[in-house]
């Protein structure tokens, strides 16, 4: 005999523990829907920023900000836009997941943070696709770029040849240079002497740095002193001066490439970061959402 207490209220459902154990833990449906919310919201707050990022800078001189501001006004968008899309994302993964009867709670608060952080992974994972296929044809574009400007430098070397031939680098040009060095004061009049200079730089580079051996700083003296007319001693100063500027400017560069350097991976060290809090803000959110919509 079944009593009263045993028999099923009229009108709610009742779920065995094969039906429970049969069905799934996710919520495919609204993973997707707040992957794809969050892919969405991500799309219209980066149109917004580069609008605003537009307005802020100016090809006037003084005009807009700087580059410095820009770069972390940028940053700080970037991360804007990635919590606010994924805690959107998260909150409508659980707040349209199914409601789960006859769950302890914690299973359910599992549950619902696991659905934030799938949502959140999706709209990852779709967004760095859609990065993926713009960088595919933007490469794309540059090799048929690329392709046509090959094609009209072949034909400008078909046309001249003899130039091309002339201005090809010769491995062995130092070397032939101080065959034919003279001992006497070199020839100023040659129309050579820039290419001969140019080639004596470039096989004295050692380490990154310009260091003239002892013959070629002399023969390089001779050289401006017949050329510009000027004595020996001026010409060995200005050759030190040469020497000095070109190895100032090659650590210029070097410095401004470590300096990129350090900026590039203090960008991604933050972006990963900021990407990390992301995943963390859609589970929030979506434990939230799992208990408003079980709440109510």
């Not at 993973?31 to 219209?44: E, K, M, P, R, S």
């Not at 201005?167 to 290419?195: E, M, W």
């Not at 700083?217 to 100063?237: C, F, M, N």
């Amino acid at each position: 005999m079944v009593s009263a207490f045993d028999r099923p209220a009229v009108g709610v459902a009742v779920v065995t523990d094969d039906e429970d154990a049969a069905n799934s833990a996710v919520s495919w449906a609204a993973v997707f829907a707040g992957g794809v919310a969050a892919t969405a919201a991500t799309l219209i707050l980066l149109l917004l920023g580069s609008g605003i990022g537009l307005s802020m800078i100016s090809p006037w001189y003084g005009a807009g900000v700087t580059a410095t501001t820009l770069g972390v006004s940028a940053v700080i968008w970037l991360v804007v836009v990635q919590w606010l899309s994924s805690a959107l994302g998260g909150f409508l993964a659980g707040r349209l997941r199914t409601k789960w009867t006859g769950l302890h709670t914690h299973e359910v608060g599992f549950r619902d943070t696991a659905h934030g952080l799938l949502a959140w992974s999706l709209a990852t994972v779709a967004g760095a696709v859609l990065l993926g296929s713009i960088t595919v044809s933007g490469v794309g574009a540059a090799a048929k770029g690329a392709t046509d400007i090959a094609a009209g430098a072949a034909t400008g070397a078909a046309q001249a040849g003899t130039q091309s031939a002339a201005a090809t680098p010769d491995p062995f040009g130092y070397v032939v240079d101080t065959l034919f060095r003279s001992a006497a004061a070199p020839d100023g009049a040659r129309a050579d002497y820039r290419t001969e200079t140019v080639r004596i730089l470039a096989h004295s580079i050692q380490d990154g740095k310009v260091v003239l051996a002892p013959d070629d700083r002399t023969y390089l003296a001779q050289l401006v002193a017949t050329r510009a007319g000027i004595s020996q001693p001026d010409a060995e100063k200005r050759v030190d001066t040469l020497v000095a500027q070109a190895n100032e400017a090659q650590a210029k560069v070097r410095a401004a490439a470590d300096e990129a350097r350090k900026r590039a991976a203090q960008l991604s060290i933050m972006l990963a970061l900021s990407m990390a809090i992301g995943a963390f803000v859609a589970s929030a959110a979506a434990a939230y959402g799992g208990s408003i919509r079980d709440e109510y």
